[in-house]
T-cell receptor
């Protein structure tokens, strides 16, 4: 039981390049989330998926797209990376969205855009 | 809008108690959480408190909630070097949905 896994762990991109961050969970959770963590700002929600087949914008969605591929997997895509997207990205999952539950976090992807 | 604030840094001596404070704005939050982040790792739930409780104790951890002042605190008794980490306060969004609002995190440094 690996919990929440993320790939890659580190990535360096040039401005304008695209990439997809992958996330998978093996806990049979319905809900999944993408956050970014910037120094002094805590975690901010980018997008979430309350259940398979649905996605919704969070607090900072601009410049990102997501896909809930199936119940296990939730990917985050940067179509044209910008230096402002340099951050640590965390994926999380929870049993449900419509009731408050613990969220389980992956180890993070550290992304640098030059 | 919803906002969660924490002081950014706390330094304590090993064996002392640590108290990390948090204020929040959403009076309709149903749950309030404390998450711990160790270097290079994701966040891990430490403890949580339901909004109709004043206090929750779990081994070395004590959570106090003052709903009137919208103030949450985490006390760690007998702080150890392994407690050195960033501690995040979070509230659930209005309506009890599982959309968390996080504070900026308090970095706890434990020194001998």
């Amino acid at each position: 039981n690996a919990g929440v896994t993320q790939t890659p762990k580190f990535q360096v991109l040039k401005t304008g390049q695209s990439m997809t961050l992958q996330c998978a969970q093996d806990m049979n959770h319905n809900s999944m989330y993408w956050y970014r963590q910037d120094p002094g700002m805590g975690l901010r929600l980018i997008y979430y998926s309350a259940s398979e087949g649905t996605t919704d914008k969070g607090e900072v969605p601009n410049g990102y797209n997501v896909s809930r591929l199936n119940k296990r997997e939730f990917s985050l895509r940067l179509e044209s990376a910008a230096p402002s997207q340099t951050s640590v990205y965390f994926c999380a999952s929870s049993p449900d969205y419509f009731v408050s539950y613990e969220q389980y976090f992956g180890p993070g992807t550290r992304l640098t855009v030059t | 809008g919803e906002d969660v604030e924490q002081s950014l840094f706390l330094s304590v001596r090993e064996g002392d108690s640590s108290v990390i404070n948090c204020t929040y704005t959403d009076s309709s939050s149903t749950y309030l959480y404390w998450y711990k982040q160790e270097p290079g790792a994701g966040l891990q739930l430490l403890t949580y408190i339901f909004s109709n409780m004043d206090m929750k104790q779990d081994q070395r951890l004590t959570v106090l909630l003052n709903k009137k002042d919208k103030h949450l605190s985490l006390r760690i008794a007998d702080t150890q070097t392994g407690d050195s980490a960033i501690y995040f306060c979070a509230e659930s969004s209005t309506g009890g949905y599982n959309k968390l609002i996080f504070g900026a995190g308090t970095r706890l440094a434990v020194h001998p």
